[in-house]
């Protein structure tokens, strides 16, 4: 261990040409985590009760959304680790609570999507209690962030979350995905009424695909990260 250690910190001098170059592994990866600070992103688990949830400490954020409103590909895009959250041909496929470690302390908690799922119903009894006393209890929840398809916004459920997060002091961040599927005067307008008809302090309008404003919302999220 002390020698892996050594040598990520070592440096190396390397030749090109009459030139001297000194390279650090560790200044390689400092670097990386300054341009992406996602990028180490990790799942840990998933659960379905609340006597399941890990010690309340650090920063959690939780991420929600209709079924189809891509919130996994916002992930993969955040991360840019395009395996990181499985996106399930079958919409409402995932049935718990999942856990992903971006550093320590800090959590990202991927909340079922809600609306397609063909036992959506019965799955939702199973994490449904949990959420409720998780927004009631919970320290470590900082954010949560209410993914909508910009072409389908604040739908009965995605104002549920919405009224959810106001009657726990929770401050939440409406992100509109898929952008590149409508024109520029669109998701503007969309934006603006989105943002009057929630009084968020943030509405932002993403594009997974191309990578739209995903570096944006992860330096809005790091505000929310204990330091």
Request: glycine share 6%; hydrophobic share 35%.
């Amino acid at each position: 261990k002390s020698e892996q250690s050594l040598n990520k910190f070592s440096t190396y001098i390397v030749r090109y040409g009459n030139r001297k170059h000194i390279i650090c592994p560790a200044w390689l990866e400092i670097n990386d985590l300054m341009k992406n600070p996602f990028k180490n992103t990790a799942f840990l688990f998933g659960i379905t009760k609340y006597q399941k949830l890990p010690e309340d400490t650090g920063t959690e954020i939780l991420l929600s959304g209709r079924s189809n409103a891509g919130k996994s590909s916002a992930l993969n895009a955040l991360t840019k680790n395009k395996k990181l959250a499985r996106i399930s041909k079958t919409p409402g496929r995932t049935t718990e609570i999942n856990f992903f470690e971006v550093e320590e302390g800090f959590k990202f908690l991927d909340l079922p999507g809600y609306g397609f799922a063909k036992s959506g119903h019965s799955r939702r009894k199973d994490w449904g209690p949990l959420l409720g006393e998780y927004f009631e209890k919970r320290q470590s929840l900082k954010v949560v962030v209410v993914f909508m398809d910009i072409r389908h916004p604040l739908k009965p459920i995605d104002l549920e979350m919405i009224e959810l997060c106001e009657n726990f002091d929770v401050p939440f961040i409406p992100v509109l995905t898929k952008s590149d599927k409508v024109s520029n005067n669109v998701c503007a307008s969309t934006q603006q009424k989105v943002l009057k008809e929630t009084n968020a302090p943030h509405v932002i309008a993403i594009s997974a695909l191309k990578g739209t404003n995903c570096e944006k919302l992860g330096k809005i999220l790091l505000k929310y990260v204990d330091g």
